[in-house]
Nanobody, 126 residues
Framework: QVQLLESGGGLVQPGGSLRLSCAAS????????MGWFRQTPEKEREFVAI???????SYADSVRGRFTISRDSAKNTVYLQMNRLEPEDTAVYYC????????????????????WGQGTQVTVSS
């Protein structure tokens, strides 16, 4: 089992920044895919960004250039730095993890992840 603990959500004005953190504990593997999805009541769960063991980060088109995902291997923690936030970024953000290095064609699908965090609310509003 892997436990994921998220933090860092909140309320921010349009154009502002937030940083989300997701700390993994338990039986984490050296081969992994870990990252973020988001969901609103009006939309299905949406891929945001991931990192994979031995691979470059991947981003959704809607956040590329504004969001940056990174991982601290010593802390087994993934961060999502979100800049130039827009009202459309408002959602509950979920950390996701699987003990395998997914091929790129599969990283977008939340069904391929085995463990999820509890979610953290991000609200972008003036």
């Amino acid at each position: 089992q892997v436990q994921l603990l998220e933090s860092g959500g909140g309320l921010v004005q349009p154009g502002g920044s937030l940083r989300l953190s997701c700390a993994a504990s338990g039986r984490a593997s050296s081969s992994y895919t870990m990252g973020w999805f988001r969901q609103t009541p009006e939309k299905e769960r949406e891929f945001v960004a991931i990192v994979r063991s031995g691979g470059a980060p991947s981003y959704a088109d809607s956040v590329r250039g504004r969001f940056t995902i990174s991982r601290d291997s010593a802390k087994n923690t993934v961060y999502l730095q979100m800049n130039r936030l827009e009202p459309e970024d408002t959602a509950v953000y979920y950390c996701a993890y699987t003990n395998s290095r997914l091929i790129l064609s599969r990283v977008w699908d939340g069904e391929n992840y085995d463990f999820w965090g509890q979610g953290t609310q991000v609200t972008v509003s003036s």
